[in-house]
């Protein structure tokens, strides 16, 4: 007797749609999976049997065929291990074999019969829609409510156990559908626990990462430890734009194919992620034999923060170039590839020296100025360039720290943000691009118009300080920005002589000797 039911297996952010057939036939006992199984798929043998005795159910022994088609794509994972037991139960004739029409189940089973979580229960979701074929999908508890998130058809049927699968296929134990309203979740969910009203002092970097969120400008910050360049970090998603409902729903299924929802339904913050430098470039980018999103694409929608970036093993940083560029990854492989989003602001902190004493008033910096270039250079030039804004963090002041008076809050910021992002996307409402950063070259001068008071600064800075075509096309970006939080009118000279007090590497004839 051979039984045919629908489940899913992951690729990549995606879901393919996999037909499980299961045959029962004569022989001495055995239990063979064929198309492609990795190892989680083929001990699928010890979960199912003992999942399906603890559950009350005896099959004949006989020999066990599972096939899982299309052959030519690799399935990894346990959540094929429900649709096989309630397949080998057909096959049985314990469940009828017309009772998975129109289903698509995915599951991971317990030795007990209890059915577990799998990863990317949205993009499972989203791939059962898409088909046309599924009209409802069986799936954990515990998957529920990220799979029933993504909206529309299919209905989603949470079920805690095998016995409970088995039964609603039967009849003989209805389930509601799960029902949820995207909006409200998002709205409960898009909560922060820090703000910038907790920051005491830095006034001028508050600015510079105000100006940064406006225009999605990328940041380095520089100053000696204990300067508060972490704290300002972790609360730049907080001015930033809340998540509109289509970016929830995409960094929600980058976090389920990750593993890392930790029974969220969806995720209603920007990501924040800071990984340690001793990551690897597989770990930042994103891999692995099965590919799987890396520090960059959980970052997409966020933040990626990296601290003391002089400590990350360069080949490591030389990883963010392209994404910087791209805002995506193509992971490829010799049987498939996988495209991972990762549109994110870069945000890198270093001190201003190898010791880290420099700029701190009560230590005294030992670097002669060949120490640190040296020190800089394990940043590239070409990674450097791709970075907007570049900004000294001075070392707190008594007077700051004491202050009682309770400094400007995250709210206040974003408001001033949300409308700069306004005029930008009523000024870009035709073109591919939506934010003042990703302004191509050749688009350049139509968007970035100065003044001729700005002219004669910006050429005088560029002869003065030599900046690079790369370093001038950022000015320009970071003064339209500055335009936008001070209106959305044209460029002028003061907002030209802001943006370039934000390229600290290009006002210093030698590294560190103003700071």
């Not at 920007?270 to 430098?277: G, K, L, S």
């Not at 360069?314 to 492989?333: M, Y």
């Not at 963090?393 to 910021?413: G, M, N, T």
Request: charged share 20%; net charge neutral; proline share 5%.
């Amino acid at each position: 007797m051979t039984t045919h039911l629908t489940s899913a297996a992951l690729s990549g952010l995606n879901a393919t749609l996999v037909e499980v057939e299961i045959d029962l036939g004569g022989g001495p006992r055995a239990f063979k999976t064929v198309g492609l199984p990795e190892r989680t798929v083929r001990e699928t043998e010890e979960r199912v049997m003992s999942a399906l005795r603890n559950s009350g159910y005896q099959l004949p022994a006989c020999r066990v065929t599972v096939s899982l088609s299309p052959a030519d794509i690799r399935r990894e994972g346990n959540g094929f291990d429900l649709p096989i037991a309630l397949g080998l139960l057909a096959a049985a004739k314990v469940l009828p074999q017309n009772c998975f029409r129109g289903y698509l189940i995915v599951g991971e089973l317990g030795l007990d019969g209890t059915v577990k979580g799998v990863r990317g229960a949205p993009a499972i979701a989203s791939s059962a829609r898409e088909s046309g074929i599924c009209t409802g999908l069986l799936i954990s508890q515990s998957n529920a409510a990220e799979a029933v998130v993504t909206g529309g058809k299919p209905q989603v049927f949470a079920v805690e156990t095998l016995r409970d699968a088995a039964d609603f296929l039967q009849g003989l134990k209805p389930i509601d559908p799960e029902v949820t309203d995207p909006a409200k979740t998002l709205s409960a969910a898009s909560h922060y626990d820090r703000d910038f009203a907790d920051v005491k002092g830095q006034e001028l970097a508050k600015r510079a990462l105000e100006v940064a969120a406006a225009g999605l400008h990328n940041v380095l910050m520089i100053g000696p430890p204990g300067s508060g360049k972490t704290m300002l970090a972790k609360r730049l998603p907080t001015i930033l734009p809340a998540l509109t409902i289509e970016e929830a729903m995409e960094t929600t299924r980058i976090y389920s194919v990750a593993g890392l929802l930790g029974g969220r339904a969806l995720i209603g913050t920007r990501p924040f992620r800071a990984p340690h430098h001793t990551i690897s470039d597989v770990g930042l980018v994103g891999g692995g034999v099965n590919p799987q999103p890396g520090e960059m694409s959980l970052a997409h929608n966020g933040v990626l923060f990296l601290d003391e970036l002089p400590e990350f093993k360069k080949n490591v940083l030389e990883c963010l170039r392209q994404p910087l560029e791209d805002r995506h990854i193509v992971i490829t492989r010799i049987s498939d590839s996988a495209i991972f989003p990762a549109s994110f602001m870069f945000v890198g902190a270093m001190n201003a020296c190898a010791c880290s004493a420099r700029g701190n008033p009560n230590q005294h910096c030992s670097c002669t100025p060949s120490m640190i270039r040296r020190y800089r250079s394990r940043v590239s030039e070409p990674l450097l360039d791709r970075i907007d804004i570049h900004m000294e963090i001075p070392f707190v002041k008594y007077e700051d720290l004491a202050e009682q008076h309770r400094a400007e809050s995250s709210d206040a910021i974003r408001s001033r943000v949300i409308q700069a992002r306004a005029f930008q996307v009523e000024r870009f409402r035709t073109r591919t691009f939506f934010c003042n950063a990703s302004i191509p070259s050749r688009d350049l001068h139509t968007f970035c118009r100065i003044d001729s008071a700005g002219e004669r600064l910006l050429e005088l800075a560029v002869n003065r300080f030599g900046l690079s075509g790369r370093a001038y096309s950022r000015v320009l970006k970071v003064a339209r920005t500055i335009a936008d939080l001070d209106g959305g009118g044209p460029i002028e000279a003061h907002h030209v002589s802001e943006a370039l007090q934000y390229r600290l590497l290009d006002r210093t004839a030698q590294f560190g000797a103003s700071i």
